[in-house]
C-alpha cells in the first residue's frame, strides 16, 4: 500500500472500477425497494459551479447510502439545453446555439464524471434534442384539443428595434437592455396552459407532502394565492362617463366599502381607452401612452412611484349612490382582478398613498382597539359639553370632517375637549392607513360589526340588489408559455387560412428546430426561414404557416424527471417503467425554484396522469432546497467610481488576532482594495471558485467532503480556502491510519474474544457513531455531524495503542466501518482503502454497517462529581453501583476531601448513572 495519499491516481483508478462494473445502471428487475434520488439538472452554460458541486454531491450522498441500505438506486442526469443564454452566447460568438450547447454538454459531463457521482449515464437526456421535446409537443397537442392550451392575445413589452418580446426584467429605465430602444406595449396571440383549473388541487396538495420544507410549501400556496371575497359593481354615472354600464372590482376587503373615495383602473381597461378618446385633454393620452411604455411586475408595485390622472368620469357607489371620481393609476394591473379598484386610502397602503399625492379624500371606516378607546372618550368630553354626535353626519361626512365642522359649530368648546379632537386627530394620521380587521366605524348601518359579520351584510345586501357577488378568486394567473424566440421548442401548431389553427398530426412530429442556424439579433430567425414556416395543411392540404414562437424552457423542466424512467422510450412521452420509479423519493435543488418551477412540474405531473400516462398525484414525495455557496467580495473603484471586482484568489486578507478581516490587498501589486460582503458566488462579482481548480490541486473527495462538512445542506455555506485544505488534512489522516494498520497485517475485524477497558470504549464509541451516522444520512440528512462523529472516531483510534491480537481486530473493525460510513462521501478513497483492507472483496457490493447491541453495553460508567453544583471531578464506577457505594467513592475522592477539608456535608445528592453533587 503507497504511504501517501494520492488523490488523482486514486480517483481515476476507482472510477475505471465503477465503469467497468457499470455499478451504477439503474433497473427495473430488481427485488430491491426502489429508491429515486434525482437533483435539479443544470442549465449547460459552460463550467460547474460550486452550487452544482454542492447539489449533486448532496444527491449522490444520498443514493450511495441508500444503495448500501439495500435500495435499487435511480439517480440519472441531463441537460436544461434550450433558453436565452444560448442564444446571447451565439450572438457573442457568431455559432450557432446548438454548437455551443453541445460543446458546453460535453465538457460538464467531462466535470460530473470526475467528481465521482454515481449517475447513471444511460439515462441521459437532453430537452434540445427532437426525441426529447417531440413528446412534449406530443403533448401540447393533446391538451390543445382537450382545451387546457389555448390562445388569446397579450399585452407584452415590445422592442421595435431586437423585433422581440422583452420580459419586465430586460425593460430598463422604459427602454430595452440590448437595443437601447423605447419598448412598447402590443397585444400579439399566445398560448396559455391553463393552469388555474388546477390551482384548487395544486393548493390542497401541498397538504400532503410532509416531506416538503414548510417554507416553500408556504410559497407556493402564497403565489397560488386563493382568496375569498367579492365581486362589486360600481354603476356607470351616464352624464360623465356617455353610456351605461357597471365597473368592476374585485376585493377581499368588503367590509372596507363604506371607505371607498375613489376608483382606479389600468391603463389598458376599457374606461381608460375610452376616456382618452371622448376627452379633449392630450395629457390622458400621453399618460396611457407612458404607463405602456415598459413593464412593470406585479412585485415591483409596492416600491414604484404611484401615479396616475383623473378621467372626468365617474361610478355610483352601490350603497350610497355618492358619485366616485374614476383615476387611471399605473399602479393597477390589468391581468389582476378586473383591471380596476375600489380605493380606500384610510386601510390600504397603495391607495393611500396615491390618495395623499393627488390630495384626494381618505375616510376611515375600520377602527383598532386603540382608536375605538379614544372615540369613546371623545364621545364623553362632547357629552360633558353637552354635544351629541349625530351618527347620520358621522357617516356620511368621515370623522376628521365632521369631527372639524362640530368644533367650528360649538359657541364655547371647552379646553379639554379641543385637546381631545386633536388627540383623536393625531391617532387617525398614526393609523393611516390601518390594514388590519377591526370594528366598522362611520358605516351606517353597519358601523359596530366585526370583519366577519360586516363581509356577509355587505356582500348579502349587494347580491340582494345585483351589485355584486361573492366569490373566491386566485392570485395565480394561466401560464403563458409563447416565446418569440428561437433556441427553443417550436411550438406544433399549423395555421390555415381555411381551417384556422390546426395541431401538428402525430405523424407528422416531431416540429424539428433548425439547428444551424446563428441568430443575428432582431428577432426570431425561424420568422425569417421560408422552408421551416412555409407547409401544408394537414386538413386541407393548402399552403399554410407553421407558428413559429417556440415554448417556454419551464415546460421542458416540467417533466424531464418522468422522462429519465424511460428514456429509450419511442412510443411515448413515458413507458411502463414510470410506473415502476415514480414518484421521485428525494428531490434536490436551491430554493430559488421554490415557486416557478416547483409548481410547474406539480401541474404537469396532474397533466400526465390525467392524460393516463403516470400514476400518483405528485411528482416528488420529499424535497430538499440546499443552500447558498457564498464567499467575500473584493473590489476597487475606477476613475468614475465603478466597482471593479476582484477574484479573492488574487487577494491576500489581513486578520486581527481573533481572525477577523481587517484589510487586503492585491497579490500582484500589493496595493489595497477593499473588502466588499459575502455574497453569492457569482460571475458579476468575480468571487466564484473553479471546482476544477479544487480537483486539480486536492482531489475531488476533498472538494465532496468540504461540501458537505462546512455547513448543514439547507443552510448557506461560506466558502474557506482554510476549510478545504482542512478536509484534505483529514483524508490524509484517515489513509495514513489505514496505511499503518495495513503495513503490519489486515486481520479479521472483531467478532469475540476479551476486551481490555479500553477496547471496550472504543467499541462503545465505534458502534455509537454507527447509530449516529446512519440517523444522519438517512433521517436527519445532516451530513456535517456524521463526518464530524467520523473524525472523532478517528481520533479516539489515534490513542488506541493496544497491539493484541483482539485489540489490532478491534482496530480492523474501526477501520473498514469509518470506510463504510465515509463511502457515501468520499468514494474514491474509501474504494480504494477497501481494496486495502478486505483485499478480494469490493466496496460496491458491501452494505452500510450495523451496530452490535452488545457494544453499547456499557460494564462501567463515568459518574460526575459536583460539590455546590461545580464540578471537581469523575469517577468510574461498575454500572450496578447503588447510591451507597457511590456516595462512599464520591467522599473519599481527593478533590471532594479538599473541599470539605475535615466536615461534614449538609447534603449529598445522587443521579443515578449521571451525577453525585455534595452540598457543603
Known amino acids: 500500500m503507497q504511504p501517501n495519499y494520492q488523490p488523482t491516481s486514486i480517483e481515476q483508478q476507482a472510477q475505471q472500477h465503477w465503469d467497468s462494473r ?39 450522498v444520498l443514493s450511495r447510502y441508500h444503495r448500501m441500505k439495500g435500495c435499487n438506486v435511480m439517480q440519472p442526469m441531463g ?22 450547447t453541445y460543446d458546453n454538454i460535453d465538457y460538464m459531463r467531462k466535470q460530473l464524471k470526475s467528481l465521482g457521482f454515481g449517475i447513471d449515464w444511460s439515462r441521459e437526456v437532453t430537452t434540445c434534442k427532437p426525441e426529447y421535446y417531440r413528446w412534449e409537443q406530443w403533448l401540447f397537442t393533446r391538451l390543445y384539443k382537450k382545451g ?44 396559455f396552459f391553463r393552469i388555474t383549473e388546477y390551482a384548487d388541487e395544486l393548493l390542497q396538495g401541498l397538504d400532503t407532502l410532509p416531506g416538503w420544507p414548510e417554507q416553500v410549501k408556504t410559497m407556493q400556496a402564497n403565489w397560488i394565492g386563493k382568496s375569498h371575497g367579492c365581486e362589486i359593481f360600481f354603476p356607470y354615472d351616464m352624464e360623465s362617463v356617455g353610456t351605461g354600464g357597471m365597473l368592476k372590482v374585485y376585493t377581499t376587503r368588503p367590509d372596507t366599502l363604506m371607505g371607498a373615495t375613489y376608483l382606479a383602473v389600468a391603463a389598458e381597461h376599457p374606461l381608460a381607452k375610452r376616456a382618452a378618446e371622448v376627452s379633449e385633454k392630450p395629457e390622458l393620452s400621453n399618460f396611457i401612452a407612458e404607463c405602456n411604455r415598459g413593464g412593470t411586475a406585479e412585485a415591483d408595485m409596492a416600491t414604484m412611484e404611484k401615479k396616475g390622472i383623473d378621467t372626468g368620469m365617474f361610478a355610483r357607489h352601490p350603497v350610497t349612490g355618492e358619485k366616485l371620481p374614476i383615476w387611471i393609476a399605473n399602479y393597477v394591473l390589468m391581468n389582476y382582478g378586473e383591471g380596476a379598484v375600489m380605493a380606500v386610502p384610510a386601510h390600504d397602503e397603495r391607495d393611500f398613498e396615491f390618495a395623499t399625492k393627488y390630495d384626494l379624500p381618505v375616510k376611515h371606516v375600520i377602527a383598532s382597539p386603540a382608536l375605538l378607546d379614544k372615540w369613546k372618550n371623545l364621545e364623553d368630553r362632547f357629552k360633558a359639553d353637552g354635544y351629541e354626535l349625530d351618527p347620520e353626519d358621522l357617516d356620511t361626512m368621515g370623522m376628521f370632517a365632521y369631527l372639524s365642522i362640530v368644533l367650528m359649530d360649538l359657541p364655547s368648546p371647552s379646553e379639554a375637549l379641543i385637546d381631545a379632537v386633536h388627540e383623536f386627530a393625531a391617532q ?3 393609523e393611516s392607513p390601518y390594514t388590519e380587521q ?31 357577488k361573492k366569490r373566491s378568486q386566485f392570485r395565480l394567473r394561466d401560464w403563458g408559455i409563447s416565446r418569440q424566440r428561437y433556441w427553443g421548442c417550436p411550438i406544433p401548431i399549423i395555421h390555415c387560412f381555411t381551417c384556422g389553427d390546426v395541431p401538428v398530426p402525430d405523424e407528422q412530429l416531431p416540429v424539428v428546430l433548425p439547428e444551424n442556424v446563428v441568430p443575428d439579433g432582431t428577432g426570431s430567425p425561424l420568422a425569417k426561414m421560408q422552408d421551416f414556416y412555409m407547409t401544408p395543411c394537414p386538413q386541407c392540404g393548402k399552403a399554410a404557416k407553421r407558428e413559429t414562437d417556440t415554448m417556454d424552457t419551464f415546460v421542458e423542466s416540467s417533466w424531464y424527471y418522468a422522462r429519465y424512467a424511460s428514456p429509450d422510450c419511442t412510443s411515448g412521452m413515458v413507458d411502463e417503467r414510470a410506473k415502476h420509479w415514480l414518484p421521485v423519493d428525494q428531490y434536490i435543488g436551491g430554493i430559488e425554484h421554490a415557486i416557478l418551477h416547483l409548481l ?62 481587517v484589510g487586503a490587498t492585491l497579490k500582484s501589486d500589493g496595493q489595497p482594495v477593499f473588502i466588499g460582503s459575502t455574497e453569492k458566488m457569482a460571475k458579476s462579482k468575480n468571487n466564484g471558485v473553479d471546482p476544477q481548480a479544487i480537483i486539480d490541486a486536492y482531489g475531488a473527495d476533498t472538494a465532496r467532503l468540504f461540501m458537505m462538512f462546512a455547513a448543514p445542506p439547507e443552510q448557506s455555506l461560506e466558502w474557506s480556502d482554510a476549510g478545504v485544505e482542512g478536509a484534505f488534512r483529514f483524508l490524509k489522516r484517515v489513509w495514513k491510519a489505514a496505511h499503518d494498520h495495513v503495513e503490519q497485517g489486515v486481520v479479521t475485524a472483531y467478532r469475540d474474544g476479551e476486551l481490555s477497558a479500553a477496547g471496550k470504549v472504543l467499541r462503545l464509541q465505534l458502534h455509537q457513531t454507527i447509530a449516529k451516522v446512519d440517523d444522519d444520512m438517512g433521517r436527519r440528512k445532516t451530513f456535517n455531524t456524521a463526518i464530524a462523529a467520523n473524525m472523532e472516531l478517528l481520533n479516539a483510534l489515534a490513542k488506541f495503542d493496544e497491539q493484541t491480537p483482539v485489540a489490532r481486530s478491534v482496530m480492523q473493525e474501526v477501520l473498514e466501518a469509518i470506510v463504510l460510513m465515509l463511502n457515501p462521501i468520499v468514494p474514491h478513497l474509501s474504494h480504494a482503502l477497501w481494496t486495502e483492507l478486505r483485499p478480494g472483496s469490493d466496496l460496491l457490493d458491501q452494505p452500510f454497517p450495523e451496530t452490535d447491541p452488545s457494544a453499547l453495553v456499557q460494564d462501567e460508567i463515568e459518574i460526575v462529581i459536583q460539590v455546590n453544583g461545580k464540578l471537581r471531578g469523575n469517577l468510574t464506577v461498575a454500572k450496578s453501583a447503588d447510591n451507597t457505594t457511590l456516595e462512599r467513592l464520591a467522599l473519599a475522592h481527593p478533590a471532594v476531601e479538599k473541599q470539605l477539608a475535615g466536615a461534614m456535608p449538609k447534603n449529598i445528592v445522587v443521579v443515578p448513572g449521571r451525577l453525585i453533587n455534595i452540598v457543603v
Not at 444 to 458: L, N, V
Open 22 to 60: 457499470q455499478a451504477f445502471r439503474a433497473t427495473e428487475q430488481s427485488d430491491k425497494p426502489k429508491y429515486y434520488c434525482l437533483s435539479m439538472f443544470p442549465y449547460p452554460s459552460g463550467k460547474l459551479h460550486m452550487g452544482h458541486v454542492r447539489n449533486y454531491t448532496i444527491g449522490d
Open 79 to 100: 441537460w436544461d439545453a434550450f433558453g436565452l443564454p444560448a442564444e446571447n452566447a451565439a450572438l457573442a460568438n457568431n455559432v450557432p446555439p446548438a454548437a455551443w
Open 148 to 191: 387546457i392550451i389555448y390562445k388569446k392575445t397579450s399585452s407584452v413589452n415590445w422592442d421595435p428595434v431586437d423585433q422581440t418580446v422583452l420580459a419586465n426584467e430586460q425593460v430598463i429605465d422604459g427602454c430595452g437592455w440590448r437595443s437601447g430602444a423605447p419598448v412598447e406595449k402590443r397585444d400579439i396571440p399566445m398560448y
Open 428 to 430: 387617525l394620521q398614526l
Open 438 to 468: 377591526g370594528t366598522l366605524a362611520c358605516s351606517g348601518k353597519y358601523s359596530g360589526m366585526e370583519f366577519q359579520e360586516a363581509f356577509d351584510a355587505i356582500s348579502a345586501y349587494l347580491v340582494a340588489n345585483g351589485l355584486g
Open 600 to 661: 410547474y412540474a406539480r401541474f404537469f405531473h396532474k397533466l400526465m396522469r390525467d392524460e393516463g400516462l403516470v400514476e400518483g398525484d405528485e411528482p416528488f414525495t420529499n424535497l430538499l432546497t440546499q443552500g447558498m455557496v457564498v464567499a467575500p467580495t473584493f473590489y476597487r473603484e475606477d476613475a468614475h467610481d465603478r466597482k471593479q471586482w476582484i477574484n479573492p484568489s488574487e487577494v491576500e486578507v489581513k486578520t486581527d488576532e481573533r481572525g477577523r478581516p
